[in-house]
Protein backbone atom coordinates (compact mmCIF):
# COMPACT_ATOMS: atom_id res chain seq x y z
CA UNK A 1 0.00 0.00 0.00
CA UNK A 2 2.91 2.36 1.16
CA UNK A 3 4.62 1.62 -1.91
CA UNK A 4 1.32 2.73 -4.45
CA UNK A 5 1.10 5.90 -2.57
CA UNK A 6 4.59 6.89 -2.79
CA UNK A 7 4.57 6.39 -6.82
CA UNK A 8 1.65 8.58 -7.27
CA UNK A 9 3.65 11.13 -5.09
CA UNK A 10 6.52 10.38 -7.26
CA UNK A 11 4.43 11.15 -10.55
CA UNK A 12 2.60 14.45 -8.88
CA UNK A 13 5.74 16.34 -8.46
CA UNK A 14 7.78 18.26 -10.97
CA UNK A 15 11.01 16.57 -11.97
CA UNK A 16 14.24 18.35 -9.78
CA UNK A 17 15.62 19.50 -13.36
CA UNK A 18 12.28 21.64 -13.83
CA UNK A 19 12.37 23.02 -10.06
CA UNK A 20 16.04 23.98 -10.69
CA UNK A 21 15.05 25.96 -14.18
CA UNK A 22 12.01 27.50 -13.03
CA UNK A 23 14.27 29.05 -9.41
CA UNK A 24 16.82 29.97 -11.95
CA UNK A 25 14.83 31.90 -13.98
CA UNK A 26 12.94 33.93 -11.16
CA UNK A 27 16.68 34.48 -9.69
CA UNK A 28 17.37 35.97 -13.57
CA UNK A 29 13.98 38.31 -13.55
CA UNK A 30 15.05 39.23 -9.96
CA UNK A 31 18.63 40.39 -11.58
CA UNK A 32 17.03 42.17 -14.55
CA UNK A 33 14.01 43.88 -13.22
CA UNK A 34 16.82 45.23 -10.06
CA UNK A 35 19.24 46.63 -13.01
CA UNK A 36 16.33 47.93 -14.99
CA UNK A 37 15.42 50.22 -11.56
CA UNK A 38 19.04 51.19 -11.64
CA UNK A 39 19.03 52.74 -14.75
CA UNK A 40 15.52 54.52 -14.27
CA UNK A 41 17.02 55.60 -11.04
CA UNK A 42 19.94 56.88 -12.82
CA UNK A 43 18.08 58.83 -15.35
CA UNK A 44 15.87 60.41 -12.78
CA UNK A 45 18.89 61.50 -10.44
CA UNK A 46 20.69 62.74 -13.54
CA UNK A 47 17.75 64.93 -14.36
CA UNK A 48 17.39 66.23 -11.01
CA UNK A 49 21.04 66.71 -10.52
CA UNK A 50 21.50 68.70 -13.52
CA UNK A 51 18.56 70.85 -12.41
CA UNK A 52 20.02 72.05 -8.70
CA UNK A 53 23.06 73.01 -10.39
CA UNK A 54 21.34 74.72 -12.93
CA UNK A 55 19.41 76.35 -10.65
CA UNK A 56 22.46 76.72 -7.72
CA UNK A 57 24.81 78.27 -10.11
CA UNK A 58 21.88 80.85 -11.78
CA UNK A 59 21.10 82.33 -7.81
CA UNK A 60 24.63 83.09 -7.48
CA UNK A 61 23.79 85.29 -10.68
CA UNK A 62 21.27 87.27 -8.45
CA UNK A 63 23.66 87.56 -5.46
CA UNK A 64 25.35 89.99 -7.32
CA UNK A 65 25.15 94.09 -6.35
CA UNK A 66 22.94 95.54 -8.95
CA UNK A 67 21.70 92.53 -10.53
CA UNK A 68 17.85 91.88 -9.56
CA UNK A 69 15.64 88.81 -10.72
CA UNK A 70 13.02 91.62 -12.15
CA UNK A 71 15.48 93.32 -14.24
CA UNK A 72 16.70 90.61 -15.54
CA UNK A 73 13.17 89.61 -16.77
CA UNK A 74 12.04 92.80 -18.18
CA UNK A 75 15.44 94.76 -19.19
CA UNK A 76 15.67 95.64 -22.69
CA UNK A 77 19.23 95.69 -22.86
CA UNK A 78 22.04 92.92 -22.65
CA UNK A 79 25.47 93.10 -22.03
CA UNK A 80 27.10 90.74 -19.67
CA UNK A 81 30.41 91.17 -20.86
CA UNK A 82 31.44 94.08 -17.87
CA UNK A 83 31.20 94.02 -14.20
CA UNK A 84 28.06 94.23 -12.53
CA UNK A 85 27.53 98.18 -11.92
CA UNK A 86 28.94 98.91 -15.53
CA UNK A 87 26.98 95.77 -17.41
CA UNK A 88 23.45 95.76 -18.66
CA UNK A 89 21.52 92.54 -17.46
CA UNK A 90 17.90 92.62 -19.40
CA UNK A 91 17.53 89.04 -20.95
CA UNK A 92 14.44 89.72 -23.28
CA UNK A 93 16.49 90.97 -26.60
CA UNK A 94 17.45 86.96 -26.23
CA UNK A 95 13.88 85.81 -25.40
CA UNK A 96 12.58 87.82 -28.28
CA UNK A 97 15.49 86.53 -30.49
CA UNK A 98 14.48 83.05 -29.70
CA UNK A 99 10.79 83.09 -29.98
CA UNK A 100 11.55 85.46 -33.66
CA UNK A 101 13.37 82.08 -34.94
CA UNK A 102 11.02 79.75 -33.64
CA UNK A 103 7.82 81.40 -35.14
CA UNK A 104 9.95 81.53 -38.22
CA UNK A 105 10.80 78.20 -38.20
CA UNK A 106 7.42 77.14 -37.32
CA UNK A 107 5.70 78.96 -39.95
CA UNK A 108 7.88 77.00 -42.05
CA UNK A 109 7.45 73.62 -40.61
CA UNK A 110 4.01 72.71 -39.64
CA UNK A 111 2.42 73.38 -43.28
CA UNK A 112 4.96 71.03 -44.38
CA UNK A 113 5.07 68.70 -42.04
CA UNK A 114 1.41 68.44 -41.84
CA UNK A 115 1.02 68.21 -45.65
CA UNK A 116 3.68 65.75 -46.21
CA UNK A 117 1.94 63.33 -43.06
CA UNK A 118 -1.25 63.88 -45.18
CA UNK A 119 0.07 62.51 -47.99
CA UNK A 120 1.82 59.65 -46.88
CA UNK A 121 -0.81 58.70 -44.17
CA UNK A 122 -4.20 59.21 -46.78
CA UNK A 123 -2.64 59.62 -50.37
CA UNK A 124 0.44 58.06 -51.26
CA UNK A 125 0.69 54.38 -52.41
CA UNK A 126 1.85 51.65 -49.62
CA UNK A 127 5.22 51.08 -51.62
CA UNK A 128 5.84 55.16 -51.85
CA UNK A 129 5.07 55.40 -48.44
CA UNK A 130 7.50 52.58 -47.63
CA UNK A 131 10.51 54.23 -49.35
CA UNK A 132 9.45 58.26 -48.67
CA UNK A 133 8.68 57.66 -44.95
CA UNK A 134 12.44 55.95 -43.67
CA UNK A 135 14.16 58.76 -46.13
CA UNK A 136 12.09 61.50 -44.52
CA UNK A 137 13.28 60.56 -40.93
CA UNK A 138 16.88 60.31 -42.52
CA UNK A 139 16.86 63.72 -42.93
CA UNK A 140 15.87 64.57 -39.07
CA UNK A 141 19.90 62.71 -39.04
CA UNK A 142 21.58 66.30 -40.88
CA UNK A 143 24.29 67.76 -38.17
CA UNK A 144 22.79 71.39 -37.69
CA UNK A 145 26.33 72.59 -38.01
CA UNK A 146 25.81 71.62 -41.69
CA UNK A 147 22.44 73.35 -41.79
CA UNK A 148 24.11 76.29 -40.06
CA UNK A 149 26.24 76.93 -42.85
CA UNK A 150 24.07 75.93 -45.15
CA UNK A 151 21.56 78.74 -44.12
CA UNK A 152 24.42 81.44 -43.83
CA UNK A 153 26.31 80.01 -47.52
CA UNK A 154 22.62 79.61 -49.10
CA UNK A 155 19.64 80.71 -47.30
CA UNK A 156 20.75 84.30 -47.12
CA UNK A 157 22.52 84.93 -50.30
CA UNK A 158 19.22 83.58 -51.64
CA UNK A 159 17.14 86.12 -49.23
CA UNK A 160 19.42 89.20 -50.63
CA UNK A 161 19.05 88.05 -54.10
CA UNK A 162 15.29 87.98 -53.69
CA UNK A 163 14.23 90.63 -51.79
CA UNK A 164 17.43 92.73 -50.79
CA UNK A 165 15.88 95.75 -53.09
CA UNK A 166 12.43 96.04 -51.38
CA UNK A 167 14.15 95.83 -47.59
CA UNK A 168 17.82 95.67 -45.91
CA UNK A 169 19.10 91.79 -45.68
CA UNK A 170 22.06 91.72 -42.73
CA UNK A 171 24.41 89.11 -43.26
CA UNK A 172 23.20 87.44 -40.16
CA UNK A 173 19.64 87.32 -39.47
CA UNK A 174 16.64 85.93 -38.24
CA UNK A 175 14.51 85.12 -41.37
CA UNK A 176 17.72 82.49 -42.67
CA UNK A 177 18.57 80.77 -39.31
CA UNK A 178 14.20 80.06 -39.00
CA UNK A 179 13.66 79.22 -42.38
CA UNK A 180 16.33 76.20 -42.19
CA UNK A 181 14.85 75.25 -38.68
CA UNK A 182 12.13 74.86 -40.20
CA UNK A 183 13.48 73.05 -42.74
CA UNK A 184 15.48 70.60 -39.85
CA UNK A 185 11.97 70.30 -37.59
CA UNK A 186 9.68 69.14 -40.85
CA UNK A 187 10.70 65.62 -40.29
CA UNK A 188 9.93 65.49 -36.80
CA UNK A 189 6.53 67.18 -37.13
CA UNK A 190 5.81 64.97 -40.68
CA UNK A 191 6.64 61.59 -39.33
CA UNK A 192 4.85 62.03 -35.61
CA UNK A 193 1.47 63.42 -36.90
CA UNK A 194 1.68 60.75 -40.16
CA UNK A 195 1.94 57.92 -37.00
CA UNK A 196 -1.53 59.98 -35.33
CA UNK A 197 -3.66 60.02 -38.19
CA UNK A 198 -2.70 56.51 -39.78
CA UNK A 199 -3.55 55.54 -36.35
CA UNK A 200 -7.11 57.10 -37.39
CA UNK A 201 -9.98 53.94 -37.41
CA UNK A 202 -10.65 53.60 -41.05
CA UNK A 203 -13.90 53.10 -39.52
CA UNK A 204 -14.45 57.10 -39.27
CA UNK A 205 -13.22 57.18 -42.72
CA UNK A 206 -15.42 54.87 -44.18
CA UNK A 207 -18.37 56.56 -42.83
CA UNK A 208 -17.49 59.52 -44.41
CA UNK A 209 -17.02 58.53 -47.67
CA UNK A 210 -20.47 56.73 -47.25
CA UNK A 211 -21.82 60.16 -46.78
CA UNK A 212 -20.58 61.27 -50.25
CA UNK A 213 -17.34 63.65 -48.59
CA UNK A 214 -14.52 64.21 -50.78
CA UNK A 215 -11.04 63.01 -50.00
CA UNK A 216 -9.73 66.64 -49.28
CA UNK A 217 -13.00 66.75 -46.87
CA UNK A 218 -12.42 63.28 -44.99
CA UNK A 219 -8.74 64.22 -44.47
CA UNK A 220 -9.04 67.71 -42.90
CA UNK A 221 -12.70 67.42 -41.50
CA UNK A 222 -12.37 63.45 -40.31
CA UNK A 223 -8.69 62.50 -40.36
CA UNK A 224 -7.21 65.28 -38.67
CA UNK A 225 -9.18 66.65 -36.00
CA UNK A 226 -8.94 62.76 -34.78
CA UNK A 227 -5.47 62.93 -34.89
CA UNK A 228 -5.36 66.42 -33.17
CA UNK A 229 -3.69 65.03 -29.74
CA UNK A 230 -1.02 63.63 -32.44
CA UNK A 231 -0.49 66.29 -33.85
CA UNK A 232 -0.14 69.09 -31.30
CA UNK A 233 2.10 66.94 -29.87
CA UNK A 234 3.85 66.86 -32.80
CA UNK A 235 4.39 70.32 -32.96
CA UNK A 236 5.59 71.02 -29.49
CA UNK A 237 8.20 68.37 -30.07
CA UNK A 238 9.44 70.70 -33.12
CA UNK A 239 8.57 73.47 -31.18
CA UNK A 240 10.73 72.33 -28.16
CA UNK A 241 13.59 71.49 -30.83
CA UNK A 242 13.49 74.65 -32.27
CA UNK A 243 13.77 76.55 -29.03
CA UNK A 244 16.68 74.45 -27.89
CA UNK A 245 18.74 74.62 -30.88
CA UNK A 246 22.20 75.92 -30.77
CA UNK A 247 24.19 75.71 -33.82
CA UNK A 248 22.47 77.09 -36.48
CA UNK A 249 21.28 80.32 -34.73
CA UNK A 250 25.00 80.39 -33.47
CA UNK A 251 26.13 81.04 -37.23
CA UNK A 252 23.53 82.34 -39.45
CA UNK A 253 21.63 84.13 -36.82
CA UNK A 254 24.35 86.18 -35.19
CA UNK A 255 25.36 87.49 -31.70
CA UNK A 256 23.65 90.86 -31.85
CA UNK A 257 21.48 91.11 -28.81
CA UNK A 258 18.45 93.35 -29.79
CA UNK A 259 15.17 93.69 -29.11
CA UNK A 260 13.80 93.72 -32.56
CA UNK A 261 10.86 91.46 -34.39
CA UNK A 262 12.83 92.41 -38.07
CA UNK A 263 13.48 88.80 -39.21
CA UNK A 264 15.99 90.45 -41.59
CA UNK A 265 18.10 92.13 -38.93
CA UNK A 266 20.79 90.33 -37.18
CA UNK A 267 19.45 88.88 -33.60
CA UNK A 268 21.29 86.98 -30.88
CA UNK A 269 19.26 83.56 -29.40
CA UNK A 270 19.30 82.59 -25.66
CA UNK A 271 21.49 78.93 -27.09
CA UNK A 272 23.72 81.33 -29.56
CA UNK A 273 24.88 83.61 -26.34
CA UNK A 274 25.55 80.49 -24.28
CA UNK A 275 27.87 78.88 -27.24
CA UNK A 276 29.63 82.76 -26.98
CA UNK A 277 29.81 83.53 -23.36
CA UNK A 278 31.49 79.53 -23.16
CA UNK A 279 33.94 80.28 -26.54
CA UNK A 280 35.46 83.04 -24.46
CA UNK A 281 36.51 81.28 -21.74
CA UNK A 282 34.72 82.69 -19.22
CA UNK A 283 36.66 82.06 -16.15
CA UNK A 284 34.43 79.71 -13.43
CA UNK A 285 32.93 81.91 -10.33
CA UNK A 286 33.14 85.33 -12.97
CA UNK A 287 30.07 86.97 -13.68
CA UNK A 288 29.59 85.83 -17.23
CA UNK A 289 29.77 82.19 -16.24
CA UNK A 290 27.48 83.02 -13.88
CA UNK A 291 24.75 84.25 -16.50
CA UNK A 292 25.31 81.45 -18.37
CA UNK A 293 23.53 79.44 -16.13
CA UNK A 294 20.70 82.42 -15.82
CA UNK A 295 19.94 82.28 -19.74
CA UNK A 296 19.94 78.71 -18.87
CA UNK A 297 17.37 78.37 -16.23
CA UNK A 298 15.07 80.50 -18.23
CA UNK A 299 15.40 78.37 -21.04
CA UNK A 300 14.79 75.41 -18.53
CA UNK A 301 11.69 77.40 -17.81
CA UNK A 302 10.27 78.00 -20.89
CA UNK A 303 10.70 74.65 -22.65
CA UNK A 304 8.90 72.77 -19.11
CA UNK A 305 6.02 75.69 -19.54
CA UNK A 306 5.54 74.90 -22.67
CA UNK A 307 5.57 71.06 -22.52
CA UNK A 308 3.63 71.78 -19.73
CA UNK A 309 1.02 73.52 -21.78
CA UNK A 310 1.17 70.88 -24.27
CA UNK A 311 0.43 67.55 -22.00
CA UNK A 312 -2.66 69.86 -20.98
CA UNK A 313 -4.08 70.14 -24.17
CA UNK A 314 -3.41 66.94 -25.59
CA UNK A 315 -5.07 65.46 -22.44
CA UNK A 316 -7.74 67.72 -23.60
CA UNK A 317 -8.57 66.63 -26.73
CA UNK A 318 -7.09 62.84 -26.87
CA UNK A 319 -9.71 60.70 -28.78
CA UNK A 320 -9.72 57.02 -27.34
CA UNK A 321 -10.47 54.57 -30.11
Known amino acids: MTTHVDARRDRGS ?3 TLVRGASLGRSVERVVLGLLWICAAISIL ?10 EEAA ?8 TLGGFLTGTE ?5 SAEQGSFGVLPLVAGTLLVTVIAL ?7 LASAAYLSEY ?17 GVPTVVLGYFALTFMTPLLRATIGELTTVSIFNAASAGIVMGIMIVPTVASLSEDAM ?3 PNALREGAYGLGSPKRSVVTRVVMPAALSGIVAAVILGLGRAIGETMIVA ?11 NPFEQIQAMTAYIVQAVQGEAPRGSLTYQSIFAVGALLFVITLTINLIAARIVRRYREAY
Open 60 to 67: TFFENEGI
Open 46 to 55: TTVGIVVILF
Open 251 to 261: IAAGNLPGLTF
Open 107 to 113: IVAVPLG
Open 78 to 82: WQPFA
Open 124 to 140: APSRVRRILKPTLEVLA
Open 14 to 16: APP
Open 198 to 200: SAV
